[in-house]
């Protein structure tokens, strides 16, 4: 089994039609933390997935998305959010419909 790691995955599109099939793409995948701004713990078959994705959905002249490796997804690594304004709460992939 794959060790997953923890991403930072954040955009900048600049057709809105691809905006919003970014977002998506990044939906399937983790938290949105910020607009434009993700959270995700992937294994590596899962970002290669992931990077797959993206990259279908892009123009590589047009857009940026920056793929920030913060290290594995346990209790050894910390991670801590901070925030200035409205503060970070992180979610749970739990949905109550």
Excluded: N, W
């Amino acid at each position: 089994m794959s060790v997953r790691r923890r991403y930072i995955i954040c955009y900048d599109i600049a057709d809105p039609k691809r905006l919003h099939r970014t977002a998506k793409v990044c939906e399937a995948y983790g938290y949105r933390i910020q607009f434009s701004v993700f959270e995700s713990a992937l294994d590596s078959t899962m970002l290669a997935k992931l990077r797959a994705d993206l990259d279908s959905v892009i123009h590589h002249d047009d857009d940026q998305i920056l793929i920030i490796d913060l290290g594995r997804d346990d209790s050894s690594t910390p991670f801590h959010i901070a925030s200035l304004g409205i503060p970070y709460i992180k979610k749970s992939r739990i949905t109550i419909i």
